[in-house]
């Protein structure tokens, strides 16, 4: 059962995103996913913060047994390739080691973390796959990321725009950069109760016009999330 206490919440996200829930509440939070606001803002707070740190630890060889008791419990020896890699093993070392050790001590010494204010997924009209997801806070920025492979034509970038409730004219939010992600530092005052934001496909430099001239390839509304 998904909590609906704010802490327990987050509690359970931080550990679905870490990968240490048992496979049956795993899939029950997968299951959740589409229809708990609060539980996708919480997710998505634990990826922006969790991922990134797995960068933080070295490199380190697994035991020298981890291999022989794979092969054993296995019944046979998996074929060669990446599974067999040292430096595959090396890094999943790595990376699980330092995202537990970091979410440990983020856990036991941040204040409680706040969730995003309003959330939106992004999807091409017609498709129910989600492409990019945004997240806002009333009083501060927002970010949106990609969460599909998406690409732009070579001479041309994506454009995000935004329109707040009641207005009847996008506003530019800016070009979002090659790798999918973009920041901004503070959203329009307008965007604060909520409102709906577009991709659209423009010149490398941005609509001549203020106005979206390309194709609008993703759309979605900003939801609130708590």
Known sequence: MIPSDTEELQALAGEYV??????????????????????RAAVIFWEERLYPLSSLAAAAPPPAETWPNIEA???????????????????????AAAIAACLALYIALAPAPTA?????????????????????????????????????????????????????????????????????????????EGGALAISIEPKGGSPTGQPTGPVVFTGELVRSN
Do not use: C, H, K
Not at 86 to 95: C, E, P, Q, V
Not at 127 to 132: D, G, H, I, K
């Open 116 to 192: 995003p204010s309003f959330v939106a997924i992004l999807r091409a009209p017609q498709q129910e796959r989600a492409a990019w997801v945004a997240t806002a806070n009333r009083g501060g920025g927002m970010l949106i990321r990609a969460v599909a492979t998406n690409s732009a034509p070579a001479d041309r970038a994506f454009e995000l725009w935004a329109i707040a409730p009641g207005a009847s004219q996008p506003r530019s939010l800016g070009l979002i950069p090659p790798d999918g992600r973009l920041e901004l530092g503070i959203i329009p005052a307008a965007l604060r």
């Open 73 to 95: 419990r296995l019944g046979t020896a998996p074929r060669a390739g990446v599974w067999r890699s040292l430096g595959f093993w090396r890094g999943a070392t790595a990376a």
């Open 18 to 39: 870490l990968g240490t829930l048992e496979p049956e509440a795993a899939r029950e939070v997968e299951a959740a996913l589409g229809a708990n606001a609060p539980l």
